[in-house]
């Protein structure tokens, strides 16, 4: 991905995140207030790090898993940090089952995970799609009733049909929203779904 320079990317560098993705999570959290002490939370799509960085400043003795495909996570998160488990895995080949064993049930799902764009919009939201759709699998299988999931899409025609129907009658709200970190020309939007029901 092309790295472009900006106000997050300076911000990022001086904070000491991996990322300057981490302002988007901040921006989430302080708007619905989703992440709070001592729980255990998965973050899918975890590399280089920042989200990862700053969930272990808010949960205190709480519990992360963090999953990607790619191991460049390692970089800012010290080994000797017990809470956080790193799993490398491709999501779509992880045996949920398998992963339902490591880490229990889970407080809270958050997916910042994005495809490699390849710059053909129809396709790039396809994938990401795909991607939403296994997260929401994860989350039937491993979310505690009554909680929350966060995940990143790229907006594109058949979003808002499988949101319709297949996500909002499994949780109590459906929010999107789109952070101001978030690059004007970016598809992305994270759907903030709240509350899963029993
Ligand atoms: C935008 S980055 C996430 C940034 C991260 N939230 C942070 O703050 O550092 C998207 C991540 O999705 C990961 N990813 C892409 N496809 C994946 C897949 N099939 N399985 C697991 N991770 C994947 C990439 O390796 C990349 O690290």
Redesign the pocket.
Known sequence: MKKVIDHYYKKAKEENY??R??YKLIEIDQKYHIIKRGMKILDI???????SQYILKRISKGKLFG????NKIKTKISSKDKRFTFIK????NINIDFLKKKTGELDLILS????NTTGEKFLDSQISLRMLKQVFAISDALLKPGKNVVAKVFQGEDLEGYLNDNIKSKYKMIQRFKPKSSRKESKEIYIIAIGKKV
Do not use: H, K, L, T
């Open positions: 991996a990322a993705s981490v799509g975890c590399s280089p790090g920042s989200w999953i990607d495909i790619s895995s491709d999501i779509f910042d995970i994005s495809p």
